[in-house]
């Protein structure tokens, strides 16, 4: 399995174009989460998906959007970048449900840079 | 919502010598709590878990200890090594339904040779 997959690895934006992280996992997990972490700081939640079709927001959801078509996918849409989306951006999985929770596994990271 | 406190934000240690990383929560309800390592450039990565049924839980030089009255869980690390030294994270997953992981603000630990 290759887990979680994360493209690109590296991105530099000018300001106002937008973009789309990619993110896929191959674990059949229904949950996945995009969280972004600053230099030095914690990882806030961006978004997060219990299953196809279903997305929700995080702690930190202005300036992205999300979809969740199918199991395996969930990109993270960038419109109009700002320097404050500068950040590296984690995609994750876990196999959750009501009452059982399991690890979150996370893929190596996209780190953009808004200029 | 969860809210999970870390302590402390930094930690030096000598190499051999324990480290302890301590962290709170708000939810009384929480039942899975899950610490994470995440070396330089890296991403996280778990290296223990605890579930609210179980009070401690090792795997070689690591430990975990999870109080429920007080709500508080702690990540001991035993005979410490230089590869040791990262950033870690404590999280809480509460049971209201379908919430989501909440991560504390992490604890930078340097193990000096």
């Known amino acids: 399995n290759a887990g979680v997959t994360q493209t690109p690895k590296f991105r530099i934006l000018k300001i106002g174009q937008s973009m789309t992280l990619q993110c896929t996992q191959d674990?059949?997990?229904?949950?996945m989460y995009w969280y972004r972490q600053d230099p030095g700081m914690g990882l806030k939640l961006i978004y997060y998906?219990?299953?196809?079709?279903?997305?929700d927001k995080g702690e930190v959801p202005n300036g992205y959007n999300v979809s969740r078509s199918t199991t395996e996918d969930f990109p993270l849409r960038l419109e109009l970048a700002a320097p404050s989306q500068t950040s590296v951006y984690f995609c994750?999985?876990?196999?959750?449900?009501?009452?059982?929770?399991?690890?979150?596994?996370f893929g190596n990271g996209t780190r953009l840079t808004v200029t | 919502g969860e809210n999970v406190e870390q302590h402390p934000s930094t930690l030096s240690v000598q190499e051999g010598d324990s480290a302890v990383i301590k962290c709170t929560y708000s939810?009384?309800?929480?039942?899975?709590f899950p610490w994470y390592k995440q070396e330089l450039g890296k991403r996280p990565q778990l290296i223990i878990d605890?579930?609210?049924?179980?009070g401690e839980k090792k795997d070689q030089r690591i430990a975990v200890t999870l109080n429920k009255t007080a709500k508080h869980f702690s990540l001991h690390i035993t005979e410490t090594q230089p590869e040791d030294s990262a950033v870690y994270f404590c999280?809480?997953?509460?049971?209201?339904?379908?919430?989501?992981?909440?991560f504390g603000k992490g604890t930078m630990l340097l193990v000096s040779p």
């Open positions: 994750a999985s876990s196999y959750s449900g009501y009452d059982y929770n399991s690890p979150l596994h």
């Open positions: 674990m059949n997990h229904n949950y």
């Open positions: 998906s219990v299953g196809a079709g279903i997305t």
């Open positions: 939810d009384s309800a929480s039942n899975y």
């Open positions: 605890i579930r609210s049924n179980v």
């Open positions: 999280a809480a997953w509460g049971s209201s339904g379908y919430s989501t992981l909440t």
